[in-house]
């Protein structure tokens, strides 16, 4: 079984699992004090240094800069003359085509995406003139309650209110 290693530079390990899992037991054996543990930031500083970053935030942190990076080459690719790039020895790479055609592929691939969306919503709706717009299993009837003058009033539950009474309120 491996030992432990004792110093900090002393991390020489193979995968970012064993690197955290290493981190973890440094700290297990070695906590260190804090005054104030009754405060939130205290006690969130506690949870992290107990459980270590999360994996949702490590690779969102390594999407992020690979995106970057990748942008970045896209771009000096895309914009740098050929001669320079023979220069430079690099002799192997796409069709500056694709410079163009990659963007808007991908802008034409959103745009009809949006487009399939706001088609299969209206293909869902029910027409104006349809009785499910009005009425289906999930309508409330207005309840009547009658209640003596002088009592207090109940609220009265959730409901739906009818278009007849819509209609009177808004035109008339």
Do not use: C
């Not at 796409?94 to 088609?119: E, Q, R």
């Not at 207090?152 to 009474?165: N, T």
Request: aromatic share 12%; charged share 15%.
């Amino acid at each position: 079984m491996e030992e432990t290693p004792t110093s900090p530079t002393s991390l020489v390990v193979s995968s970012p699992r064993r690197t955290l899992s290493l981190l973890r037991e440094r700290r297990q054996k070695h906590p260190v004090p804090d005054p104030d543990e009754k405060t939130a930031a205290s006690a969130a500083a506690a949870f992290a240094e107990e459980h270590g970053p999360k994996p949702s935030e490590v690779y969102g942190f390594v999407g992020s800069i690979t995106t970057v990076i990748a942008a970045v080459i896209f771009i000096v690719w895309a914009y740098t003359p050929e001669p320079w790039l023979h220069y430079l020895g690099i002799t192997y790479y796409p069709s500056k085509y694709w410079a163009i055609a990659i963007p808007s592929f991908l802008i034409v691939t959103v745009v009809l995406a949006m487009v399939s969306y706001l088609g299969l919503n209206f293909m869902m709706t029910p027409p104006p003139t349809s009785f499910n717009i009005m009425f289906d299993e999930y309508s409330r009837e207005r309840s009547t309650v009658t209640s003596l003058v002088g009592e207090e009033q109940p609220i009265e539950p959730i409901s739906d209110i009818g278009v007849d009474q819509i209609n009177k309120i808004m035109f008339g």
